[in-house]
T-cell receptor, first 109, second 117 residues
Framework: GIQVEQSPPDLILQEGANSTLRCNFS?????LQWFHQNPWGQLINLFY???GTKQNGRLSATTVATERYSLLYISSSQTTDSGVYFC???????????FGEGTQLTVNP | DTEVTQTPKHLVMGMTNKKSLKCEQH?????MYWYKQKAKKPPELMFV???????INESVPSRFSPECPNSSLLNLHLHALQPEDSALYLC????????????????FGAGTRLSVL
């Protein structure tokens, strides 16, 4: 099956700092989603981005499908950005999402 | 509205109990999913229902029994669970299974946190 690797596994920032999270995947994808899991367990959709670039407020994401990676940018981080960020992909012809191991982000005041 | 509702939010059960988890969506989605998530690990797929039919069973033990009574509802029946089954159980839905484009975006519920004593 498709392999998904996220880096870094842990990231600690001061409020106001910027960060870049990376997701590498091993095969062509039909679907790539970035999620934020809050401390209560809710998986919040951030981006659906199998290719291209999108922006939503302080967050943006870029997927370079030909090189099999995606980046999530967080600017001017806030304490409420803390939590685990997951990248999940679905390979072409598949019907299941495979998740990376996640990046645990801690933003300190 | 992109809401998937799961009940209960928390559940504590003994190893001899029978209980059920419930998931509901009213977005007209035709695929529904159960995932299991252990602490500090990513969600792992358990079951996929496509047009109310079970299409994927990831070799889940028979003590977990899914049911899809209609296109809006998904249940997970639990019986004779083990302590290692304690986890966060997540339900998700997507518009059209196995398609490309934004119709296969998965939306997740808030989960049921299950403890087996």
């Amino acid at each position: 099956g498709i392999q998904v690797e996220q880096s870094p596994p842990d990231l600690i920032l001061q409020e106001g700092a910027n960060s870049t999270l990376r997701c590498n995947f091993s095969d062509s994808v039909n679907n790539l989603q970035w999620f934020h899991q809050n401390p209560w367990g809710q998986l919040i959709n951030l981006f659906y981005i199998p290719s291209g670039t999108k922006q939503n407020g302080r967050l943006s994401a870029t997927t370079v499908a030909t090189e099999r990676y995606s980046l999530l940018y967080i600017s001017s981080s806030q304490t409420t950005d803390s939590g685990v960020y997951f990248c999940a992909v679905e390979d072409e012809g598949g019907s299941r999402l495979t998740f990376g191991e996640g990046t645990q982000l801690t933003v300190n005041p | 509205d992109t809401e998937v509702t799961q009940t209960p939010k928390h559940l504590v059960m003994g190893m001899t109990n029978k209980k059920s988890l419930k998931c509901e969506q009213h977005m007209g989605h035709r695929a529904m999913y159960w995932y299991k998530q252990k602490a500090k690990k990513p969600p792992e797929l358990m079951f996929v229902y496509s047009y109310e039919k079970l299409s994927i069973n990831e070799s889940v033990p028979s003590r977990f029994s899914p049911e899809c009574p209609n296109s809006s509802l998904l249940n997970l029946h639990l019986h004779a669970l083990q302590p290692e089954d304690s986890a966060l159980y997540l339900c998700a839905s997507s518009q059209h299974p196995g398609t490309s484009g934004s119709r296969n975006i998965q939306y997740f519920g808030a989960g049921t946190r299950l403890s087996v004593l």
